[in-house]
């Protein structure tokens, strides 16, 4: 599973950012590239069957700042 997953990104990649570069929008083509291995780390944690942490005691203690 894991190798299907670095196929699938490996495509995206390569047909994905080139149209941005040649528009010459420099900023969007480093976000999607971060984005994309953001996606790419998380999908391949979960195809190894990674114990990923979850971001909500983060977000609960955040909020309570406002409060």
């Known amino acids: 599973m894991p190798f299907f997953?670095?196929?699938?990104y490996a495509?995206?990649?390569w047909l994905?950012?080139?149209?941005?570069?040649?528009q010459e929008k420099r900023r969007d083509f480093y976000m999607s590239s971060v984005l994309c291995l953001i996606s790419f780390i998380l999908?391949?944690?979960?195809?190894?069957h990674?114990?990923?942490p979850s971001p909500s005691p983060l977000i609960f203690s955040f909020i309570r700042q406002f409060y």
């Open 5 to 8: 997953i670095v196929l699938i």
């Open 11 to 13: 495509f995206i990649v």
């Open 16 to 22: 994905d950012p080139y149209g941005l570069l040649k």
């Open 43 to 48: 999908a391949f944690s979960l195809a190894m």
């Open 50 to 52: 990674w114990e990923i």
